[in-house]
């Protein structure tokens, strides 16, 4: 089978909507290709799968190989690239996802498998304080940390922004489209759609051009933002929104999820504020605290030197050290080790939060903090 007929049909076989990877390779092990299952006669696929369906009908799979024909042509008209889930170059983070596409539609060129992912989601309708930290935050990071990548969904406000800091920062950041790969959505980002692919990123769907774009596709994208990443950053949110979607889907991924606290009476910090006090995002105020908490190495510039904060306490010294050897400890550990009742270490500790010396992290434990990096 040559590599366009063999494209072809991994093309129709990927557009079996619901169909998972493991279901995949299930089928395909016991008919033996993707050709086959789109040649055998539907009573002999049944029998084979031992099961029954739609996707097993004749005139469904023919169907699937017509979109299909169409799909090949304006792909290899426009250049795309197609990641299918049994190709070496499909992202692994997204082959421990059960829900993952079993097809890839890529323009552009980043390499997902040989970086750190950040993904960083929020509200549309973001505000000048989560357009400010998404900058300075992808800016740090950019300077602190090596070989990053900016994900995110194109989509007004925190979306947009986030790939903006990331072109700004000279970093590559991918966007995962609602739809196929013949438009942008919305369409006033396509500038940024472009300087993204010219710039070391790439446009990804798991969309044929053939498919309608309608307000569930929205949601559906968030399993691949969240997929995609080694942690997702949330940067703004009201309680409910695809933001908020995403996070739990990262969390359902085992992804760290971070999000960025505000004010109780602000609308769109009202879901970073209840994931945090959920403990299903820990709270990050820069960069330093996400590579902290992501255990990434962090560069060191030119005549740098670390040191210690001189106004330490005994008892803040003694925290520290201790955190030092340790990495991580609960408030128990510390009682106990450093021999402190835990009503004072209790105020210590906050305190030092504040100063930015600790950083509390899910499960009660605490570890050093970007003033300690």
Same mark, same amino acid.
């Given at each position: 089978?040559?590599?366009?007929?063999?494209?072809?049909?991994?093309?129709?076989?990927?557009?079996?909507?619901?169909?998972?990877?493991?279901?995949?390779?299930?089928?395909?092990?016991?008919?033996?290709?993707?050709?086959?299952?789109?040649?055998?006669?539907?009573?002999?696929?049944?029998?084979?799968?031992?099961?029954?369906?739609?996707?097993?009908? $004749?005139?469904?799979?023919?169907?699937?190989?017509?979109?299909?024909?169409?799909?090949? $042509?304006?792909?290899?008209?426009?250049?795309?690239?197609?990641?299918?889930?049994?190709?070496?170059?499909?992202?692994?983070?997204?082959?421990?996802?059960?829900?993952?596409?079993?097809?890839?539609?890529?323009?552009?060129?980043?390499?997902?498998?040989?970086?750190?992912?950040?993904?960083?989601?929020?509200?549309?309708?973001?505000?000048?304080?989560?357009?400010?930290?998404?900058?300075?935050? /992808?800016?740090?990071?950019?300077?602190?940390?090596?070989?990053?990548?900016?994900?995110?969904?194109?989509?007004?406000?925190?979306?947009?922004?986030?790939?903006?800091?990331?072109?700004?920062?000279?970093?590559?950041?991918?966007?995962?489209?609602?739809?196929?790969?013949?438009?942008?959505?919305?369409?006033?980002?396509?500038?940024?759609?472009?300087?993204?692919?010219?710039?070391?990123?790439?446009?990804?769907?798991?969309?044929?051009?053939?498919?309608?774009?309608?307000?569930?596709?929205?949601?559906?994208?968030?399993?691949?933002?969240?997929?995609?990443?080694?942690?997702?950053?949330?940067?703004?949110?009201?309680?409910?929104?695809?933001?908020?979607?995403?996070?739990?889907?990262?969390?359902?991924?085992?992804?760290?999820?971070?999000?960025?606290?505000?004010?109780?009476?602000?609308?769109?910090?009202?879901?970073?504020? $209840?994931?945090?006090?959920?403990?299903?995002?820990?709270?990050?105020?820069?960069?330093?605290?996400?590579?902290?908490?992501?255990?990434?190495? /962090?560069?060191?510039?030119?005549?740098?030197?670390?040191?210690?904060?001189?106004?330490?306490?005994?008892?803040?010294?003694?925290?520290?050290?201790?955190?030092?050897?340790?990495?991580?400890?609960? /408030?128990?550990?510390?009682?106990?080790?450093?021999?402190?009742?835990?009503?004072?270490?209790?105020?210590?500790?906050?305190?030092?939060?504040?100063?930015?010396?600790?950083?509390?992290?899910?499960?009660?434990?605490?570890?050093?903090?970007?003033?300690?990096?």
């Amino acid at each position: 089978m040559d590599d366009r007929s063999e494209i072809l049909y991994r093309i129709a076989f990927a557009s079996m909507r619901g169909v998972t990877p493991v279901m995949a390779g299930d089928i395909l092990a016991r008919v033996g290709s993707e050709r086959e299952f789109f040649a055998m006669p539907e009573t002999q696929l049944m029998s084979l799968c031992e099961s029954r369906g739609r996707i097993y009908k $004749r005139e469904y799979r023919n169907d699937l190989l017509k979109k299909a024909e169409a799909e090949l $042509r304006f792909i290899t008209d426009n250049r795309i690239q197609t990641l299918y889930f049994k190709d070496e170059g499909y992202p692994y983070r997204l082959t421990h996802c059960d829900d993952a596409p079993l097809m890839l539609y890529t323009l552009g060129e980043c390499n997902f498998n040989e970086a750190r992912v950040v993904g960083v989601v929020g509200t549309r309708h973001a505000t000048s304080y989560g357009t400010d930290f998404v900058n300075s935050m /992808i800016s740090e990071l950019a300077s602190t940390v090596d070989d990053i990548i900016i994900v995110s969904g194109l989509a007004y406000g925190i979306d947009v922004a986030a790939h903006r800091a990331a072109l700004n920062a000279g970093i590559p950041t991918v966007a995962v489209l609602a739809h196929g790969l013949n438009m942008v959505y919305p369409s006033q980002h396509r500038k940024v759609a472009a300087d993204m692919v010219h710039n070391g990123g790439m446009l990804v769907t798991d969309y044929m051009t053939s498919d309608k774009i309608h307000k569930g596709n929205f949601v559906a994208r968030n399993r691949i933002v969240a997929g995609l990443c080694d942690c997702v950053l949330v940067a703004e949110s009201a309680s409910k929104g695809g933001a908020m979607i995403t996070a739990e889907i990262a969390v359902q991924y085992n992804r760290d999820v971070f999000a960025l606290p505000g004010r109780v009476s602000d609308r769109y910090s009202a879901g970073c504020n $209840r994931l945090i006090a959920r403990n299903v995002a820990q709270l990050v105020t820069s960069a330093e605290d996400l590579a902290l908490a992501m255990r990434w190495p /962090i560069r060191q510039h030119e005549n740098e030197q670390m040191s210690l904060p001189m106004d330490l306490t005994p008892e803040e010294t003694a925290i520290i050290d201790y955190l030092t050897t340790n990495d991580t400890a609960t /408030i128990n550990q510390l009682t106990v080790g450093l021999s402190l009742p835990i009503a004072n270490l209790m105020n210590i500790l906050l305190d030092m939060e504040f100063r930015g010396l600790i950083l509390a992290v899910p499960g009660g434990c605490y570890r050093l903090g970007s003033a300690m990096v």
